[in-house]
């Protein structure tokens, strides 16, 4: 898929005066552009608002926002971390309210998450995993966390969860070796796509196995190697990446699944907390009245 900057290279030639001024600051300060309103980059190039606008619909956008998100979209997937910082420096420096601000955003992606769900390959992603003898689970980098939290819950509901745990596309590839038609990989990634992962799925598919993917969108490089992919926005803050729509939607997995085992989850945890229990593993109140 072509990216904006080649999309404004490409029509460069053909813009207006006014509009070469808005293509030049962009292919220029991409990196600041993509934070700013379209009244700011007016003021910047010396045009009008309405003309920034009117440039983002002569490449095609329904309108600026569309036109911004995309960008960013492409930033997401192309910058370095430490360009991410500095395109993010004046969004930082000139907000007093940054948690007010990082959860008003949080907020806005899930209630987008909410009006964008896809029930069907959510609940074929259930059955798939409800039908595996054997889960792998993958996550890299910064989705390490998120395949951690799945494993420690999915753990609980089924008899053989494995967490592939290392970077190395060799090591990944070793632990996957026993994976076959009966079995699921269920593997995370979001921008910057982790290589070794795609090498993974490449591996699981050879297999025959079943592959569940979580990702951001579906124009990604996963998508020729995953039999269901589930949707999960995220978006980056600075350097972070924001995952507050990929862990609802991995809580959800995990609450979808336990309520199709519910019996025999129930007589597990009954047995679990015995043995927490007998091992002081949680501390109990004895002041409580109770």
């Not at 808005?22 to 991409?30: E, G, K, M, R, S």
């Not at 059955?127 to 054997?134: G, Q």
């Not at 494993?151 to 745990?165: A, C, E, G, K, W």
Request: charged share 20%; with cysteine.
């Amino acid at each position: 898929m072509e990216s904006i900057l080649d999309q404004i290279k490409n029509t460069y030639s053909g813009l207006s005066k006014g509009q070469k001024s808005i293509a030049d600051f962009i292919l220029n300060h991409y990196e600041e552009a993509a934070y700013m309103t379209a009244s700011r980059i007016g003021r910047e190039t010396g045009v009008s608002e309405s003309t920034v606008v009117r440039f983002a619909t002569e490449l095609g956008y329904s309108g600026f926002p569309h036109f911004q998100s995309q960008l960013l979209d492409d930033l997401r997937v192309h910058l370095t971390a430490a360009e991410r910082m500095r395109a993010a420096t004046h969004v930082i420096q000139n907000n007093e309210d940054i948690l007010g601000a990082v959860l008003t955003a949080d907020r806005d992606r899930l209630r987008r998450a909410y009006h964008q769900r896809d029930n069907e390959t959510f609940n074929r992603a259930v059955d798939l995993l409800l039908n595996a003898r054997r889960i792998y689970i993958l996550g890299l980098r910064s989705s390490a966390p998120l395949a951690s939290y799945l494993h420690f819950y999915m753990n609980q509901i089924f008899s053989d969860v494995r967490l592939v745990t290392s970077s190395s596309t060799s090591e990944i590839i070793e632990q996957l070796i026993p994976i076959n038609d009966q079995d699921v990989l269920l593997a995370l990634s979001f921008p910057r796509y982790a290589t070794p992962l795609i090498k993974a799925l490449q591996f699981a598919k050879k297999a025959v196995a079943s592959t569940i993917m979580i990702t951001d969108k579906r124009d990604n490089p996963f998508k020729d190697y995953s039999d269901c992919m589930i949707l999960a926005p995220s978006d980056m803050i600075a350097f972070v990446d924001a995952l507050t729509v990929p862990f609802s939607t991995v809580t959800a997995l995990i609450v979808a699944l336990a309520a199709k085992r519910q019996n025999e989850l129930t007589e597990h945890l009954e047995t679990l907390e015995s043995i927490w229990r007998q091992n002081d593993i949680y501390e109990v109140n004895n002041n409580s009245g109770l």
